[in-house]
Every structure is written in structure tokens, then in C-alpha cells.
């Protein structure tokens, strides 16, 4: 009786050990191959990470966020990935939780720096993305208010004029899908390629 | 702006409803062995593959035999996923030069992932090869989702058969769930994630120079494959460590709405597969509304706690109004491009199931935002609950509330036809103390010694949470986090990988062990003294059943952590 038991369960491990194998080759090689041969064949921008050439140098990713710190810039949100910031290979929010200390004094020293970069924007009226970090660290986008905060500056350091800033913004806004799903954004880097194209050169002295 | 957010919860629950009927009566025909309209393509691929192991699909197996191949088909999958991990040096798709995962890390993910948890206590971009994520995490992936689908199916027809003392075959219903039901789903979901601006590569990392001139290094690899079946399986284990708030794992409000119905599908069909097999579909029916009761209402109270956003903010001068121009809310931690109503959806629908992915940090939700994921779970995962797991969950549930009915007006408890007697009852009590204790035991042990409380990353109450939520996600293996508390250290990575195999494994045997004992009993017909478990007094009865056993046992851990938290928030006091 045991000698039929022990022999019952060793041809049910083999058959695990069979199957645990051609199934983890099916699932784990033969499918993400095939599906990595037709992305690349349909889709070969998206395929491999939707890279923005600007001239002949790859600039970023069109879907990932990057440091911004000039004011002839838009800038991104905070970003808690990596230690500067906007680390593609270190992607993550701060984890910071709604009553730490930390998360205050952050916001408020985040504040103050918006107040001082872009004059005459009203307190009580900061978009709060654009002093809070991202889930990622890579968020692409700002929303349309954090946007038209930073239009006045952007405009006066590349001697702009703000309506054309302003309609620039509002091309790379991205609207709603179907109208309904996700929340309005504008592409930071896409915004700013944009810029230079439009004005290329320093501001005049 | 309201009109907005019912919108926004209301269409992709409409689309769960209307998909997940025609998937569930398909599942029920994949496991039934009818015809079905992918068998010419499919049916040579299963044919070869019993042959190559010599299965023999028309044999049936006895509960024990069915869960003794669950459990080797489990220890083997575990065993394949360390090796992988460890000699990941060794083998090809490595342009990043990924070392070998530390033996602990690689024991608490082989665990993790082959229990369908995925928590994860690594950074994807920074530990795992391409090999690694493909051969080892893709495929326990599905590997681990078939098995909850499996299981539950075997768990349904202990319900629904009479007299018979067999369950089915596991390794048939394991290789068709992954064929006819996971893989078709992903190959779709697969291009249109890549259509929509998911990487699928296995290039080396893109080393860029940014506008303004400094150097930025960007992961790659072959994210949009395991993508679709993270949500598909109810797995959730990022690509990346910012899961899928990544925007390369979730770049458009489009793909975040797909991935929310995939977390969502499955367990919400397998209601109605549970009622075709069953010969009568309102039992079906009386599962899924009972699912989306909690469901709804732990979206709608997520979605108004994130809203709200965080008082202390305002008093800086931050604006978290709604308007036309910002979505406003508790944007700390959250993505634009979902905002803080599409990221509450996510967090719902995550702990619901047990999918464990995030579009947004959970540990900075406020105090009452994070506390409705810990509770979906602490409820046992049966809303809509993990691949499988949810539906066989929602079975011991009712078995348990037709037994208190039955004890209030004297009748006796049955389920399907079914007597139910001291032996099954014995084992949902088994089924239902199990889980409770895999969670408080080990987090009330963190929460006084040194190595769990080193962990911590955020003072005061939220600490407690986040370790009260660790092991919660941990016995419900859910996977998500509250990700500040750092867990790869020896005693996180080592508990937390035992409490998700006994998750899984304790609370999946009493299961199969009630089917067995069901499968042999002969159905009674129905008569005048039968106690309906259809309608909406069955499901009023169910949802307090669930809420006494889920709440009741979690209401002291819950007070301490996120609920003082939130009076503290409210008054301003910080940590």
C-alpha cells in the first residue's frame, strides 16, 4: 500500500516537474518573443520606449518626464526617483504619508519656490501637482493650470509673446479619452521642443 | 465634475458587466470540454503537451489528488523561479549585466510570484534581467493565475456534482486555463498596450542626453507582454518599481482603464461560470451583485477620500480644487494623466481582486483613501477577489452564511442542494480563522521588535499601517504595498514569504477539502423548508456575513493604524 503510494506520488511530481517546465517555456519565452516580434513589427516607435529625436540626438522619451530648471523652460513636477530627480532607472513615488513632517515642510519649501520663479502668481492658487511628486517620478505632464502658471515666465525669458506660449500650450494639451477617462495634461518635453523651434535663439539682451 | 467621476466608475463597471458574461459561459464551456472556437488552433498544442507528460486527461482525481498536484505543481514552479533568479548571470537577454538575486530576495520572490501575490521587494529595472522577467516572472504569471482558475473551477464542480467522489483533472483545467482562457486575452491586450506607448524591447537601456544636457539613462525591455497578464492574472508585479504608475507601464488614460477591467474580468466571469456549471445562473448572479455591492462603495468612498485631498495642504496655499484646468485632490504620489478619481479606481479594483498592481503610492494616500485597500482585503479578497481564489472564497462565504441562516430559523443549512453538515463546517471555520491569524500574529510580533520596526519609513500611526498592510497583502496575496517600509531586509523577506505560501496554500486546501466533501454527497430537491440562496435577502445576509467575519477581526488593527491617523490629519497634528 505505501510502496503503490509513493510510487503514485512520484509519477504526479514527475508530471509537475514536466509541465511546470513546458509550460514556463510556452508562457515565459515563446509567447513574450512573439509578442516582442509583432510589436516591433507593428508598432516600432512604441516598441522600443517612443524615444524623441531632436535633430539627430535622441532627447528623451516622449512618455517620460526629465529635469527641467531653466525659467525658458516649462517645468515638470517634483520627482522623488532617484536623488536628483527624473531617474528613469530608478522610477517610484516618495511614500511619504499625508501626515509626515517631512511631506509638509516639502510642499511649503515647493511653494516658496514657485512664488519666487514665477512673480505675481496669486498664494492659495498653485495647482497642487506642481508642488507634489508623482507616483512614478517620470510623470511626462503637468496640468493645464500648472502649465498657464509658468506661460508669464516663459514667455518674458525667451521675449515671447505670452499668447503664443499660450497657444503652444494649449497643442500639447492632451484632452480626456473618449471624453470621459484620465485627466487633462500637457506634455512637458513636447511643450518645450516646441519652444525652441519656435524661438530659437536666446532672448536679445 | 461629479457627473464626471460616476462616469468614470460607472462606464468600466458597465463594461464589466457586459464582458463578463460572455467570458464566463465561455469558461464554462473551456472546462467542460465543449467545443469552443479556438480548439483548432489550441487543441494540437494541448494534445502534444499531455503527451510530452504523459497526462491523461480523462482521468479524474480525488480532492486530495487534485490539491497534491496543486501543491507539486506550486513547490515545482517555485523551485524553477529561484534557480532562474539565482543564475540569471549566466543566461541571455542581460544587456544590463543583472547579477544574481541575493538567495533571500530570490526566496521571497519565487514565493511571491508563484502564489500569485507579487509583492515585490525589489526595483524591477535595478534586480531582474530581461531573461529573469520573461522566463521567470511572465510566466509564473500565468502560470500562477491558471492555477487559481483551476482550483476554483474544481471547487465549483464539488458543488455541483452528485454523488461523485472526483473533482477533475488539474493539469487539463491548469493547461486550459492557460490556453484558451489567459493567453488569447494577453495576445490582444499585448498590441494595443505597445499601440498606445508600451515598450517591448530587449534592447539595452536608452542612454539619452535631456534638453537641457545632462545625461538620463531610460529602462526598457519586454514591458507590454508581462503587462497584459499582470492585470489579466490578478499578479501585479511591476515591470518596474513604480508599477503601473509607471507611464511605460501605463502610458495613457486608455491602457489604465483596459488595465483596470482585465484585474477586474476574470473573477467577476468566473460568478458566471460558477452559475452555468451550477445548472442555474441566479446563483451566478447572487455572487456578482454581492461582489459589486462592496466594490462600488469601496470605489466611491477611495475616490471621495483622494478628492478631498489633504487639509494641511490647503493651508499653504495649494490649490486642490476640481476644475477645468487640475484635477485637483491629494496629488502626492499620483499621476496627471489619471488624477486622483482614475487612480482610486485602480486602488479599489487592486485590493477587490488580488491583483496588488498600483497606478499611484499607496503609502501617501490619505488616511481613509489607504484604509479602503486594506479593508477590501482584510474583507478576504472575495470582491470579485484574486483569479479563482475570489470565487472559492465566495463559496466558504456562503456556505458560512447559509449555516447562520439556517441557525436562526431552525432549518438545515444547505448550499446548491447540498446538506451542509459538521464536517464542511468545521473547515470553513478552518478556512475563515486562517487568514486573520496569518495577518494580525505576525504584524502585532512587527510592531514590537526591532527588525520589523526598522522597516518603518513613516513616523507616528502611518508606520503601523504600513506594517499592518504588509501583511495583509501578504496573507491575501495581493501584492501591493504600502511601499515606503523597506522589506528587503531578512526578516520581512522571510516572513512575509512564508505568510504568502500559507496564504495561498492554507487557505486553497480547505477549499478543495469542503469540494471534496460536497462532490460526494447526493443533492437533495429542493423543498417548501429550503432556505433560498438566490435574491436580494440572500445577498443582504451575505454582505453582513462578510462584513462581521472580515470587520469584526480587523476593527482594533484598522483603529490603530489608518483611522487614528485620520483624526490626527484632521486636526492638523503631524509626525
Request: charged residues 15%; hydrophobic residues 50%.
Amino acid at each position: 500500500m505505501a510502496a503503490l503510494e509513493v510510487w503514485r506520488l512520484t509519477r504526479l511530481a514527475l508530471i509537475a516537474v514536466k509541465l511546470t517546465i513546458l509550460l514556463t517555456v510556452l508562457t515565459g519565452l515563446v509567447y513574450p518573443l512573439a509578442m516582442y516580434g509583432l510589436a516591433n513589427l507593428f508598432f516600432p516607435a512604441q516598441a522600443r520606449g517612443s524615444l524623441v529625436r531632436n535633430g539627430d540626438r535622441v532627447v528623451g522619451s516622449e512618455l517620460i518626464g526629465q529635469n527641467f530648471s531653466s525659467p525658458r523652460y516649462f517645468h515638470g513636477r517634483p520627482s522623488a526617483a532617484g536623488e536628483k530627480g527624473y531617474d528613469a532607472t530608478s522610477s517610484g513615488g516618495s511614500n511619504l504619508g499625508p501626515t509626515n513632517r517631512a511631506l509638509i515642510s516639502a510642499v511649503e519649501a515647493r511653494v516658496k519656490a514657485v512664488l519666487a520663479e514665477n512673480p505675481g502668481v496669486a498664494p492659495g492658487r498653485i495647482p497642487v501637482d506642481l508642488v507634489t511628486a508623482s507616483g512614478s517620478g517620470l510623470d511626462p505632464e503637468i496640468s493645464v493650470a500648472a502649465a498657464e502658471l509658468q506661460v508669464a515666465r516663459v514667455a518674458k525669458a525667451r521675449n515671447m509673446d505670452p499668447q503664443r506660449v499660450r497657444e503652444l500650450v494649449r497643442k500639447y494639451t492632451r484632452g480626456r479619452w473618449a471624453g470621459i477617462f484620465g485627466e487633462p495634461g500637457v506634455n512637458v518635453l513636447m511643450l518645450n521642443l516646441a519652444l525652441d523651434r519656435a524661438n530659437a535663439t536666446p532672448p536679445s539682451r | 465634475m461629479i457627473e464626471n467621476s460616476l462616469l468614470r466608475i460607472g462606464v468600466p463597471f458597465a463594461a464589466l458587466v457586459a464582458f463578463s458574461i460572455p467570458l464566463g459561459l465561455f469558461m464554462a464551456r473551456v472546462f467542460n470540454r465543449q467545443r469552443t472556437f479556438l480548439d483548432p488552433v489550441l487543441e494540437p498544442i494541448e494534445r502534444a503537451i499531455y503527451r510530452i507528460c504523459g497526462i491523461q486527461r480523462s482521468q479524474e482525481m480525488t480532492w486530495r489528488e487534485y490539491t497534491g498536484a496543486a501543491l507539486l505543481f506550486g513547490a515545482a514552479s517555485w523551485l524553477v523561479l529561484y534557480l532562474i533568479q539565482r543564475t540569471q548571470y549566466l543566461m541571455p537577454f542581460n544587456p544590463q549585466g543583472m547579477t544574481a538575486v541575493a538567495p533571500l530576495l530570490a526566496f521571497n520572490t519565487a514565493a511571491s510570484f508563484s502564489t500569485n501575490t507579487n509583492w515585490q521587494a525589489y526595483a524591477g529595472e535595478s534586480t531582474m534581467s530581461y531573461m529573469s522577467q520573461m522566463l521567470g516572472l511572465t510566466s509564473q504569471n500565468f502560470l500562477s493565475a491558471a492555477t487559481g482558475i483551476a482550483i476554483s473551477i474544481a471547487v465549483i464542480r464539488g458543488f455541483v456534482r452528485d454523488g461523485i467522489r472526483t473533482l477533475g483533472n488539474f493539469w487539463v483545467d491548469l493547461t486550459r486555463a492557460t490556453l484558451w482562457v489567459l493567453m488569447p486575452i494577453c495576445v490582444v491586450l499585448t498590441l494595443v498596450y505597445v499601440w498606445q506607448g508600451m515598450p517591448d524591447n530587449l534592447g539595452a537601456y536608452a542612454e539619452v542626453k535631456t534638453v537641457e544636457g545632462a545625461p538620463q539613462v531610460i529602462a526598457q525591455g519586454p514591458v507590454a507582454s508581462q503587462e497584459a497578464i499582470k492585470e489579466l492574472g490578478t499578479n501585479g508585479g511591476g515591470f518596474f518599481n513604480a508599477n503601473s504608475a509607471h507611464p511605460y507601464e501605463n502610458p495613457t488614460p486608455l491602457t489604465n482603464l483596459l488595465e483596470v477591467l482585465s484585474i477586474l474580468i476574470i473573477g467577476a466571469a468566473l460568478t458566471h461560470t460558477f452559475g452555468k456549471m451550477a445548472g442555474d445562473r441566479r446563483q451566478g448572479w447572487t455572487l456578482f451583485a454581492t461582489m459589486s455591492l462592496f466594490f462600488l462603495a469601496s470605489c466611491a468612498l477611495a475616490v471621495w477620500a483622494e478628492q478631498a485631498g489633504n487639509p494641511k495642504f490647503a493651508s499653504l496655499g495649494v490649490d486642490q480644487r476640481p476644475l477645468a484646468t487640475q484635477s485637483g485632490g491629494n496629488m502626492e504620489g499620483k499621476e496627471t494623466r489619471f488624477g486622483p478619481i482614475d487612480s482610486a479606481l485602480f486602488a479599489a479594483s487592486t485590493t477587490a481582486t488580488s491583483c496588488g498592481a498600483v497606478n499611484s503610492a499607496l503609502d501617501s494616500y490619505t488616511p481613509l483613501g489607504g484604509l479602503i485597500p486594506m479593508f477590501n482585503m482584510q474583507l478576504g479578497e472575495v470582491i470579485f477577489g484574486g483569479v479563482g481564489s475570489g470565487l472559492y472564497g465566495m463559496i466558504v462565504m456562503a456556505v458560512m452564511a447559509v449555516f447562520i441562516a439556517g441557525l436562526m430559523v431552525g432549518r438545515t443549512p444547505e448550499y446548491l442542494g447540498k446538506k451542509i453538515e459538521a464536517r464542511e463546517m468545521k473547515l470553513v471555520m478552518l478556512y475563515v480563522l486562517i487568514f486573520p491569524t496569518l495577518i494580525l500574529l505576525p504584524a502585532a510580533a512587527a510592531s514590537v521588535i526591532k527588525v520589523g520596526l526598522s522597516g518603518i519609513a513613516n513616523p507616528g500611526p502611518h508606520g503601523f499601517s504600513e506594517i499592518l498592510y504588509a501583511f495583509t497583502e501578504g496573507a491575501a496575496n495581493n501584492g501591493s504595498a504600502f511601499a515606503g517600509l523597506n522589506a528587503n531586509t531578512p526578516f520581512y523577506n522571510l516572513v512575509l514569504g512564508f505568510v504568502m505560501l500559507a496564504g495561498r496554500f492554507l487557505m486553497a486546501i480547505p477549499a478543495l477539502a469542503i469540494a471534496g466533501s460536497m462532490a460526494e454527497k447526493k443533492a437533495v430537491p429542493a423543498s417548501s423548508g429550503t432556505f433560498p440562496t438566490t435574491g436580494v435577502s440572500f445577498v443582504v445576509l451575505l454582505v453582513a456575513v462578510i462584513l462581521i467575519v472580515g470587520a469584526l477581526v480587523f476593527f482594533a488593527g484598522d483603529a490603530l493604524g489608518p483611522i487614528v491617523e485620520h483624526f490626527a490629519m484632521v486636526n492638523g497634528k503631524l509626525f
